[in-house]
T-cell receptor, first 112, second 115 residues
Framework: QKEVEQDPGPLSVPEGAIVSLNCTYS??????FMWYRQYSRKGPELLMY????GNKEDGRFTAQVDKSSKYISLFIRDSQPSDSATYLCAMSPSSNTGKLIFGQGTTLQVKP | GAGVSQSPSNKVTEKGKDVELRCDPISGHTALYWYRQSLGQGLEFLIY????????KSGLPSDRFSAERTGGSVSTLTIQRTQQEDSAVYLCASSRTGTGQETQYFGPGTRLLVL
């Protein structure tokens, strides 16, 4: 079993929809939780970062972490065609190293 | 430079040949990471550099894989006697100091195909 599980999709939604992306994990030592966005044939770029449990909002994006359930989510409101990409959750067990453990990635398509 | 650069962008090689992949991190970043992304898979950690030292090599899949970093800047990932299962996108990232809460900036990757 992988340390981080993420449904690979693909997920297809109409423009304007609310999108929910999720990851589960097994290692209770994870402290830092990130969402990266990766466009086709590009490197991933950091979208959201959360430390420990709680919510964080940035524009149309909201990240949630529930450490008791070992579950993290990314919500995208008013989705746009430009949001079409692969979304990767990533986690780090320690502040001493930036080694990241990634989920498989969910491919999202937002149709105009 | 403005961002992380990697070369070559694409590499096609024959099974059994050696390949070298290069990464130029963002200037001033002391931490450098190599990841591998196979088709339909997430990123798999390979190795972490802090300066020229590699305190975490736990992700290197076999002794055919090695990496070095010189001058605290450029890094080279070498794969010896390539196998077809080595076909993947090899991504390099750098961050300012290497702590868990820092943003990692990724390069565009090198797409390796082993025939």
């Amino acid at each position: 079993q992988k340390e981080v599980e993420q449904d690979p999709g693909p997920l297809s939604v109409p423009e304007g929809a609310i999108v929910s992306l999720n990851c589960t994990y097994s290692n209770s030592a994870f402290q830092y939780f990130m969402w990266y966005r990766q466009y086709s044939r590009k490197g991933p770029e950091l979208l959201m970062y959360t430390y420990s449990s709680g919510n964080k909002e940035d524009g149309r994006f909201t990240a949630q972490v529930d450490k008791s359930s070992k579950y993290i989510s990314l919500f995208i409101r008013d989705s746009q065609p430009s949001d079409s990409a692969t979304y990767l959750c990533a986690m780090s067990p320690s502040s001493n190293t930036g080694k990241l453990i990634f989920g498989q990635g969910t491919t999202l398509q937002v149709k105009p | 430079g403005a961002g992380v650069s990697q070369s070559p962008s694409n590499k096609v090689t024959e099974k059994g040949k050696d390949v070298e992949l290069r990464c130029d991190p963002i200037s001033g970043h002391t931490a450098l990471y190599w990841y591998r992304q196979s088709l339909g898979q997430g990123l798999e950690f390979l190795i972490y550099f802090q300066g020229n030292s590699a305190p975490d090599k736990s992700g290197l899949p076999s002794d055919r894989f090695s990496a070095e970093r010189t001058g605290g800047s450029v890094s080279t990932l070498t794969i010896q006697r390539t196998q077809q299962e080595d076909s993947a996108v090899y991504l390099c990232a750098s961050s300012r100091t290497g702590t868990g809460q820092e943003t990692q900036y990724f390069g565009p990757g090198t797409r390796l195909l082993v025939l």
